[in-house]
């Protein structure tokens, strides 16, 4: 399926044609990332500046990404909003760029975002010019709040980290979509192509998927798969869909037949 | 509130007859649910669980991928010293054997250093005997000072210690605390620690709490399979400690280790025999039981066995590993604390992992 090139996703400046964020955890080996890459089409992909080691010779995750790919460091590990700031400002000093995806995570057990401590660090990274686009729970005063703390967009969650659940917050994702002037990227949870799908027919900007490729029985496969799906979902809310039937039909207006024929 | 009380609750149950009682149909339920309670755990360690290895690795292996994907993180542990004033009548250590005591002098530690750092290691985890007096506090301290120099992560496996003592060493670059009660059985606990400041079981079961409290970074806890004549018996209450522990400190992350009793100077005899299938069914209920905890292996464990449990939801291994003072610059054991059993360095490591499909991974946290 061919990208529709006059439907470019512009976040921080940065045109984008694809509209798959992908992941560079959990992979059984990093080698594996370029043709990741290249399969999904992907063009924006994310890694935890806590696994990167950049003094070393080999075994240093950022030898596998491709040139192209818009590099989206985050905050993996923080605990709160200084820690956070800390691990972007030490991004930036590393060479990873402005963009930061901020993850601000107190509960090890479910991995949920903390709205309230995200926010804050949003707030101080995005007056010192970072592309900043936080992980949060789909909801939408944290979503306004980071309108506010000047985020360059929203990334929702589907459903929690790592649980390949699919899109449990469409009705939330679906009010900030409805509410929100940012782009809606809907983050985690996504475990198969049609999830994604369905997220973008919604009126999602953008999905990003790790888990459910880097943990399929073949990743290049399964990136190829969304790719592919989020394209098809991207297009079909383009095309805008028909409007679905009730399942019955009638000629008759009950409410409005006292106007008479027209 | 602390552990001690949720132990507490457990008092009157009459864990044996649980276990015998439990049914294939129970253990199929559990396998089913998405959330287990402690009694749910239990069922997955009885001897009906035992002959459901296979449901239950599938199950914790989806759990493993999900969570944590096709990662291991290596580690190895350095031993600073191994004066002892205890008389732990199952350790090496043992202040009654007579091997030869020691200490690691600053410049002595570099070099230990200096050959782990060119490994490629970043996470490293440091021991002592339990000899306040002569492994200080301050010692350690200045220890992981230096050694922050050299590694992206630092744990301690040391005598238990105050909230303060936790603290002062998070300050000197310590992220990680690893202690492990031994057994549960209080009575048990004080036959076999008859003398020394480990003796107090109350202290050393709220270690891992102070730490946590303290704010480091992951807190490890385990028992000595073996001391036990029932080994599900502590097997159940780690699982349970960690519980606690997770639910209480949500943002600590908490790991579990499965140590198994090796050979070692003395003639302390294991109360049971931990067998490999008990080891993997106790593995695979903690994975379903906590699923986000990490799960550590040491090789205390066999090469052969730590591949085969790669997959089912180990998050931690050790590699190049010497459990005597100085034995990363040194070929003389006459201070180790136990016998390891898989002798692979780093490199042959990663090389077992990558054969296994899995990713060794180096880094995963530095002090930012």
Redesign the interface.
């Known amino acids: 399926m061919e990208a529709n090139n006059n439907d470019a996703l512009v976040i921080g400046g940065v045109s984008l044609t694809s509209r798959l964020f992908t992941g560079t955890?959990?992979?059984?080996?990093?080698t594996i990332i370029p043709d990741v890459c290249a399969s999904s089409g992907s063009q924006v992909i994310t890694v935890a500046?806590?696994?990167?080691?950049v003094n070393?010779a080999?075994?240093n995750v950022m030898q596998h990404i491709p040139k192209h790919m818009q590099l989206l460091p985050n905050t993996s590990?923080?605990?709160n909003a200084d820690?956070a700031v800390?691990?972007a400002r030490?991004a930036r000093a590393a060479g990873c760029g402005d963009w930061i995806k901020i993850e601000v995570i107190?509960?090890?057990?479910?991995?949920l975002p903390d709205g309230y401590e995200t926010a804050k660090a949003t707030e101080i990274l995005a007056s010192e010019g970072f592309v900043v686009l936080p992980y949060v729970n789909a909801d939408l005063y944290i979503a306004r709040d980071l309108v506010n703390a000047g985020a360059a967009a929203v990334m929702p969650l589907g459903a929690p980290i790592?649980?390949?659940r699919g899109l449990k917050t469409k009705e939330m994702v679906r009010i900030l979509i409805d509410e929100i002037s940012l782009p809606i990227i809907v983050d985690a949870g996504i475990g198969a192509p049609s999830q994604a799908c369905e997220a973008m027919e919604m009126g999602a900007a953008a999905c990003l998927v790790n888990?459910a490729i880097?943990?399929a029985g073949d990743p290049v496969a399964m990136g190829r798969a969304f790719g592919d799906a989020v394209r098809a979902g991207r297009a079909a809310y383009l095309a805008r869909t028909a409007a679905v039937s009730s399942g019955t039909a009638d000629a008759s207006s009950p409410l409005t037949g006292f106007l008479g024929g027209m | 509130m602390g552990f001690s009380e949720t132990l507490s609750q457990y008092d009157s149950l009459d864990m044996a007859a649980y276990l015998d009682a439990v049914k294939p149909a129970d253990v199929e339920r559990v396998l089913a649910q998405h959330s287990l309670t402690p009694q749910d755990y239990l069922t997955l360690l009885s001897p009906a669980a035992e002959g459901m290895l296979e449901a239950m690795a599938q199950k914790a292996n989806d759990i493993s991928?999900?969570?944590?994907?096709?990662?291991i993180q290596l580690f190895t542990p350095l031993y600073l010293a191994n004066y002892c004033t205890n008389q732990c009548v199952y350790c090496g250590f043992n202040t009654a054997n007579k091997i030869q005591r020691t200490q690691l002098s600053a410049a002595e530690l570099k070099v230990e250093a200096e050959a782990i750092a060119a490994t490629?290691l970043?996470h490293i985890l440091i021991l002592t005997g339990d000899a306040p007096a002569k492994s200080t506090v301050e010692y350690i301290g200045s220890c992981a000072t230096l050694l922050s120099e050299y590694f992206?992560s630092i744990s301690i496996e040391v005598y238990a210690m105050t909230q303060d003592e936790y603290a002062y060493l998070i300050d000197r670059g310590v992220d990680g605390l690893t202690i492990y009660q031994e057994t549960y059985n209080k009575d048990l606990y004080e036959e076999l620690h008859p003398k020394g400041p480990k003796r107090d079981y109350a202290f050393r079961l709220d270690a891992p709490e102070r730490g946590c409290e303290a704010g480091m970074r992951t807190v490890n806890v385990g028992a000595l399979l073996g001391l036990e004549s029932v080994w599900q018996r502590d097997a159940f209450y780690t699982g349970l400690h960690a519980e606690y522990l997770?639910?209480k400190y949500?943002?600590?992350?908490?790991a579990i280790s499965l140590p198994r009793m090796r050979p070692h100077v003395g003639a302390y005899e294991p109360a049971s025999i931990v067998t490999d299938r008990n080891l993997v069914q106790l593995m695979l209920a903690q994975r379903i039981f906590l699923?986000?905890v990490g799960i550590t292996v040491s090789t205390r464990e066999p090469a052969a066995l730590r591949d085969n449990l790669m997959p089912l939801g180990v998050t931690k291994m050790s590699a190049g590993v010497t459990t005597a003072v100085g034995g990363h610059t040194s070929d003389d054991s006459s201070t180790e604390q136990f016998e390891i059993s898989d002798p692979r360095s780093v490199e042959e490591m990663c090389r077992a992992i990558?054969a296994k499909?899995?990713?060794?991974?180096?880094?995963?946290?530095?002090p930012?």
């Open positions: 955890g959990k992979y059984g080996s990093d500046l806590r696994r990167v080691d070393a080999t075994g590990g923080a605990r820690e800390r691990i030490l107190s509960d090890n057990k479910y991995l790592g649980s390949n888990t880097a943990a | 991928l999900r969570h944590f994907g096709k990662t490629g970043k992206s997770q639910r949500p943002g600590t992350s908490i699923r986000s990558e499909g899995f990713q060794p991974v180096f880094k995963d946290w530095e930012f």
